[in-house]
């Protein structure tokens, strides 16, 4: 009978010392992590840390601890905003114009599109026409917006597979109900390419670029724009560094201005209300409420966007007394709608933003649609394109 002679190899052995070593370094670690202290922020990139994950067999063997310990070390790890901006100036050096899915040319940072899936498309697709027919009361719109990848084309390396976005929303626009009215955002945006339209360092178009939106939108929603030379013209910030800048840290890239516009003559005196709190056996619902389309407590940190009617909420309801019509619109968005509603605002004596993502109900129950004249859907083409379970919650609406 052979013995088994079979012998360990030198790099199971190196893997069993590694693994001990992290069993016994275990301790030290969780001595590091303090639960009770407050959850850590980065401003910089506009989210919380990730935690310290809870250890366990279960997590161990499902390898979630392990993921999470990743993300953890990954986030605390010394001087970690230094070397990511250290490394991106390399890359630069090197010629890479593309870095953590964002490309960076003449002095512009642009988020990168690849193109659709097309399941998530289908059953977005499905899910917007089922509603609208079923809400057939009141009258839909929808403007699609294209990202500064389209419009700025030639600053894309001719080596980059991306796809085309203006394609897409020809297609998006084809296959939706004949009911729905849809408002060509893109022509206004692209005639005006060489003005700032769409911010150097953030994934969202510039009040200028909204301006043109809310005037190529005036003739299918029915209201008489106002002139750029009707509005004052208030550069709020120079020292915006918004998304694009938070997955880069490229600081070779100009800060932004950040512009608030307001009428010469008869600026309404608005109310804003946000929403606090929804109580479900009541419906009721509480809010934060404010006298300015404009909050400028955002200025002073790096959310300055958020300074556009507040960051993202389920409910904003903005509300001017002195509009032009009795009208209500409602309005169904992502983030770019918060720069697009200050100039809807001085036309509707109610307008409405719901964001899908913070609302896992039937929206109508918050905003019922009894209350509104026109409810108009606004995304831009990559957060629409991605959404994989928001949109679908439109099927909750019966």
């Not at 070390?73 to 010394?78: A, G, N, T, V």
């Not at 991306?162 to 626009?173: M, R």
């Not at 905003?367 to 928001?390: C, G, R």
Request: aromatic share 16%; net charge negative.
């Amino acid at each position: 009978m052979k013995k088994n002679t079979k012998k360990i190899k030198p790099y199971q052995i190196l893997m069993i010392a590694l693994f001990a070593l992290f069993l016994a370094a275990m301790p030290i670690l969780t001595l590091i992590y303090n639960p009770s202290e407050p959850k850590p922020f980065s401003e910089n990139e506009n989210r919380y840390l990730a935690e310290f994950p809870k250890f366990s067999f279960e997590t161990y063997k499902n390898e979630k601890f392990m993921t999470g310990f990743d993300d953890w070390l990954s986030d605390r790890f010394y001087g970690r905003e230094e070397w990511i901006s250290l490394k991106n100036s390399a890359d630069k050096l090197l010629g890479k114009t593309e870095n953590n899915g964002v490309f960076t040319e003449n002095d512009m940072m642009m988020q990168i599109w690849n193109g659709y899936n097309e399941e998530i498309y289908n059953k977005n697709l499905k899910a917007i026409n089922n509603f609208v027919e079923n809400n057939s009361q009141l009258p839909c719109y929808f403007m699609l917006v294209p990202n500064a990848q389209e419009i700025y084309s030639e600053n894309v390396p001719a080596y980059a597979e991306v796809g085309s976005i203006k394609e897409f929303i020809d297609k998006f626009y084809s296959d939706l109900d004949t009911s729905i009215k849809t408002i060509d955002a893109y022509t206004a945006l692209n005639e005006n390419k060489d003005s700032y339209i769409y911010y150097r360092t953030d994934h969202h178009w510039t009040s200028l670029g909204a301006f043109l939106a809310y005037t190529a939108a005036a003739d299918t929603l029915g209201y008489s724009a106002a002139a750029y030379d009707d509005f004052d013209i208030e550069h709020a910030s120079d020292s915006f560094r918004g998304t694009l800048f938070s997955k880069t840290l490229d600081k070779g890239v100009t800060a932004d201005v950040m512009d608030y516009y307001t009428l010469k003559e008869n600026e309404p005196q608005v109310k804003v209300s946000v929403f606090k709190e929804f109580d479900m056996t009541t419906g009721q619902i509480t809010y934060d409420e404010y006298d300015s389309l404009y909050f400028r407590e955002y200025l002073d940190v790096k959310d300055k966007y958020s300074s556009f009617l507040g960051q993202n909420s389920p409910l904003v309801t903005v509300e001017n007394p002195d509009a032009k019509t009795d009208k209500s619109l409602l309005v169904i968005k992502d983030s770019y709608a918060h720069c697009l509603v200050p100039f809807l605002s001085k036309e509707y004596k109610k307008v409405s933003m719901i964001d899908l993502r913070y609302i896992n109900m039937d929206f109508r129950v918050m905003a019922p649609l009894k209350e509104y004249d026109q409810m108009m859907f606004v995304y831009n083409v990559i957060t629409f394109s991605e959404d994989e379970s928001n949109l679908l919650k439109l099927n909750m609406c019966k």
